[in-house]
């Protein structure tokens, strides 16, 4: 099992930065990808940006520019630089670790909001 905690969610204008980080806790063993997707209200959760064991990064067409993801070497770390916040970018993040492709563990999320 593996436990995510996600932080650095809150309240920012648009234009700002944020940073969001998790923390995972328990076995990291064979663990493949790790991830960041978002759920705004009456959307359905999307990803967001992920980054493989071997360091490949994949990120959503709208935060392509912006967004940044990345890792410790040990993969008990998940971070996102948001840069150039959007009101668009308003959402829950949360943090996602895959197991062999399969197994999917989930943090319990972290607000961001944007605003004008």
């Known amino acids: 099992q593996v436990q995510l905690v996600e932080s650095g969610g809150g309240l920012v204008q648009a234009g700002e930065s944020l940073r969001l980080s998790c923390a995972a806790f328990?076995?990291?063993?064979?663990?493949?990808?790790m991830g960041w997707y978002r759920q705004a209200p009456g959307k359905q959760r999307e990803l967001v940006a992920s980054?493989?064991?071997?360091?490949?990064?994949t990120y959503a067409d709208s935060v392509k520019g912006r967004f940044t993801i990345s890792r410790d070497t040990a993969k008990t770390t998940l971070y996102l630089q948001m840069d150039s916040l959007k009101l668009e970018d308003t959402a829950v993040y949360y943090c996602?670790?895959?197991?062999?492709?399969?197994?999917?563990?989930w943090g319990q999320g972290t607000q961001v909001t944007v605003s004008s």
């Open positions: 328990g076995s990291i063993l064979n663990i493949n990808v």
């Open positions: 996602n670790y895959m197991r062999r492709f399969v197994n999917q563990y």
């Open positions: 980054i493989t064991t071997g360091g490949t990064t």
